[in-house]
């Protein structure tokens, strides 16, 4: 039972232009969301994260949009660089849950 | 500042040998993991310690076990290896309370032939 999906493997977009990468939930006690960034031969770096009572967090290029009747967020690049390029996991975990759930990830592609 | 430190950064076993690998985070983070990441599958929990003294199976603890030695070190061993094993495991920490942000050390890359 896949809990966290990530439905697209992978994103081609143009420097410049806005990358979305989207993320759905199935389960409903899932409050807290965050978006972690992958290079290859790396671990995992936090980027960016969303709770339950909120809709938007912006930071940077970086937003993160949750719609919480749809279990539904994505996460906006604007504008992409080529440094974006990279695989992008979305997580989630419950209020005062010491575990993540992941989807299977997006690879990024920016083009110059 | 180190982080999550894990070591060796790769290794070869053959099937049925036995091996251990290592985390130790300097951040004074109580709860540490340990996930495998496969292509396709994103990060699968295998086991976590969320204190020092506990530990408790993930979404995938079959044919592993771990030792939270103390408070900076979390040992994940593969007692006789198989080739499903073959990956890539990430070891993290975070802080016992608060947001639920895991820092994630840079990986051991296992190969069983």
């Known amino acids: 039972d896949q809990q966290v999906k990530q439905n697209s493997p992978s994103l081609s977009v143009q420097e410049g232009r806005i990358s979305i990468l989207n993320c759905d939930y199935t389960n409903s006690m899932f409050d807290y969301f965050l978006w972690y960034k992958k290079y290859p031969a790396e671990g995992p770096t936090f980027l960016i994260s969303?709770?339950?009572?909120?809709d938007k967090n912006e930071d940077g290029r970086f937003t993160v949009f949750l719609n919480k009747s749809a279990k539904h967020l994505s996460l906006h690049i604007v504008p992409s660089q080529p440094g974006d390029s990279a695989v992008y996991f979305c997580?989630?975990?419950?209020?005062?849950?010491?575990?993540?759930?992941f989807g299977e990830g997006t690879q990024l592609t920016v083009n110059p | 500042n180190a982080g999550v430190t894990q070591t060796p950064k790769f290794q070869v076993l053959k099937t049925g040998q036995s091996m251990t690998l290592q985390c130790a985070q300097d951040m004074n983070h109580n709860s540490m993991y340990w996930y495998r990441q496969d292509p396709g599958m994103g990060l699968r929990l295998i086991y976590y310690s969320a204190s020092e003294g506990t530990t408790d199976k993930g979404e995938v603890p079959n044919g592993y076990n771990v030792s939270r030695l103390n408070k900076r070190e979390f040992s994940l061993r593969l007692e006789s290896a198989a080739p499903s094993q073959t990956s890539v495991y990430f070891c993290?920490?975070?802080?016992?309370?608060?947001?639920?942000?895991?820092?994630f050390g840079a990986g051991t890359r296992l190969s069983v032939l």
């Open positions: 969303i709770s339950s009572i909120k």
């Open positions: 993290a920490s975070k802080m016992g309370r608060g947001r639920n942000i895991q820092y």
């Open positions: 997580a989630a975990s419950d209020m005062g849950g010491s575990r993540l759930t």
